[in-house]
């Protein structure tokens, strides 16, 4: 079955074919980072006029470079939550009218549960059951992913997620926005250990995360004083290098405490260059495989949506379409309350 994807839930307007036989047959992607920077963070009323520009070119652009046509499409898949309620009401809108003149299901996809499969798309893949990490923009979870709608949520963030604290922390050293990647990049250029940042929660007796505390610690570190190149540099590698070594304390302790040796690092964070080497260094200490999406898969993109769709219908009987053009999104929606769709 041939399977369109539409990421519609934050800044990046997105979209896939993913076939349940062929694989991904292409995908497309377009960043509102240009659109959004001179406010410093995503404006939600600019991203949702943006994605109604966008959405439908894209779609049209990405079938017709695959060879495609609509009337090859078994069902379109969109990205249903979390997310900013009017991006997301324009990709299911999309969505939803397309799948309704086609006579195909229209899925909405939970598109965390879209970053935690996605690298099942690269080879080699995981195999159920895993670890996931799952660190991408409002959202630090590590989970036990027994399969396609099983997941067990073993500890989350208890204030700001990891990417916030990239982000704020960018923001507090007057780098650009967006700031995770801005922040990763000066880093580089830093010596960790020049200032002394805490390791929030890194030794708790549980899973969860806490980010609010070193972004409290950086803002006390700037406060006051005029920092030269260096030092920001500096800096940020000290804020990288506290938030890399809790995710990968926290991750490597799942894995023990699970048993389970294979672990998936996902979403917009996974990215970074700083925390993949830390924790397949750690994770290869033990003797566990660390798996990741290729790094134009960890953001948010059509490509995870399409594929997490195709995952449901293959493990489900939903094969009918809808007979209204009835729906909703969910701006809020908990990965943990996912099972296996039915018609």
Known sequence: MLVLGIETSCDETGAALYDSGRGLLGHALYSQVALHADYGGVVPELASRDHIRRTLPLTQGLLEQSGCGTRDLGAVAYTEGPGLAGA??????????????LKVPALGVNHLEAHLLSPLLSEPAPRFPFIALLVSGGHTQLVRVA???????????????????????????GLGYPGGPA???????????????????RASDD?????????????????????????????AAEIEAAIVEVLTGKALAALEDTGLRQLVVAGGVGANRSLRAGISRAAGGLGCSVFYPELEFCTDNGAMIAFAAAMRLEHSSLITHHSSLAFTVRPRWDLETLAPQSA
């Open 88 to 101: 997301l009401l324009v990709g299911a809108a999309i969505a939803h009218g397309l799948a309704y003149a």
């Open 183 to 201: 922040l990763a990049q000066l880093a580089e250029r830093g010596r960790a250990g020049k200032f002394h940042l805490p390791r929030p929660m």
């Open 147 to 173: 399969g396609v709608g099983q997941y067990e949520l073993l500890g989350e963030t208890v204030d700001d997620a990891a990417g916030e604290a990239f982000d704020k922390s960018a923001k507090l050293l």
């Open 207 to 235: 899973l969860n995360f806490s980010f609010s505390g070193l972004k409290t610690a950086v803002l006390t570190a700037v406060r006051g004083r005029t920092l030269d190149e260096q030092a920001r540099a500096d800096l």
